[in-house]
């Protein structure tokens, strides 16, 4: 089974579909990826109430 990293241009939609309080459903499918990888990014790299994808993406590498 492959996977791969969220890109950054990935996250930073992420963020975007957030602020605009579009669902996790409504976001996965809009990227192509499951709602699972999605809650899961949020989980792993969400500070204090805050996802930033720039951080996010230099936390991946």
Same mark, same amino acid.
């Given at each position: 089974m492959s996977?791969?990293?969220f890109t950054l241009d990935e996250r930073i939609i992420l963020l975007q579909l957030l602020k605009k309080?579009?669902?996790l459903r409504?976001?996965?499918d809009i990227l192509g990826r499951n709602a699972s990888s999605i809650s899961?990014?949020?989980s792993r790299n969400?500070? @204090?109430g805050s996802? @930033?994808?720039y951080v996010a993406t230099s936390l991946a590498y």
């Open positions: 996977y791969s990293h309080q579009y669902s409504s976001i996965s899961r990014e949020l969400t500070v @204090n996802y @930033n994808p």
